[in-house]
């Protein structure tokens, strides 16, 4: 069975958890990947592109000369293809680009995808994604510590606010969720990092729980004032 490193926000290593074999060691099948690709970018195009045909240019209502006797070439409409200002042959008009793409052709793609990431050492989880509050230099400690640079795609459990808008800053990364995950997206992204939260529920199945590493308390310990230990009072005279 398959397994993925899962590491801290601080890039300590946790442990290891299993990924189900039907979504991270399925088929790599690349003719399907570039189908699915190429149907949703043809799908994101507006489609909204136009020219106007001789018959929709303005003016041109009248023979500019008479047939014969003027030397010139004869010509019907100063509106045709062939005159500056004239109508368009064979023209972009409005369409639509899209393709059509069955939903099991979606699902393997997207398996591929997800074993291709798995396969290629792109796929990363880490453990306790949290931040108080909106703030990018949060962001780019985390990916530094995990060591991920380049295009990242940053699969979140949920909508969060203040993750959102931490990353939101950094043209590199992108925030997606596992019910949106497209095979796109995947295959584009340098690397990919889950959260935990967000693999379960990609995966259906909880994972196990990691406990955050505490750091030990160093030895050197600052003594409060008013907490040291009184000396030893002197010997009195006299005595041996």
Not at 34 to 53: C, E, I, L, P
Not at 134 to 155: C, F, H, M, N
């Amino acid at each position: 069975m398959p397994t993925a490193e899962v590491r801290s926000v601080s890039g300590e290593l946790l442990g290891e958890r299993e990924l189900p074999a039907e979504l991270f060691e399925a088929p790599v099948n690349v003719p399907v990947m570039h189908q699915v690709v190429v149907a949703g970018m043809a799908a994101a195009r507006a489609g909204t592109h136009s020219t106007k045909t001789r018959a929709e240019v303005s003016g041109g209502g009248k023979k500019p000369w008479r047939q014969k006797g003027t030397g010139r070439a004869r010509h019907g409409s100063i509106r045709s293809p062939i005159w500056v200002g004239g109508g368009i042959s064979h023209g972009p008009k409005p369409r639509s680009y899209e393709m059509r793409v069955n939903r099991k052709m979606k699902r393997a793609a997207l398996r591929a995808a997800l074993t291709d990431a798995l396969l290629s050492g792109k796929l990363a989880v880490v453990h306790g994604l949290a931040f108080d509050g909106p703030r990018t230099k949060d962001a780019v400690g985390i990916l530094q510590s995990l060591g991920l640079e380049g295009l990242v795609l940053v699969v979140l459990a949920g909508p969060d606010e203040a993750i959102e808008k931490s990353f939101g800053n950094l043209p590199h990364v992108k925030v997606d969720y596992p019910g949106n995950l497209s095979t796109y997206d995947l295959l584009y992204a340098d690397h990919v990092l889950f959260t935990s939260e967000a693999l379960d529920i990609l995966t259906g199945e909880r994972g196990p729980v990691f406990e955050e590493p505490q750091t030990e308390p160093s030895d050197t310990e600052e003594e409060e004032p008013g907490e040291s230990e009184p000396d030893e009072p002197d010997a009195e005279e006299g005595e041996p």
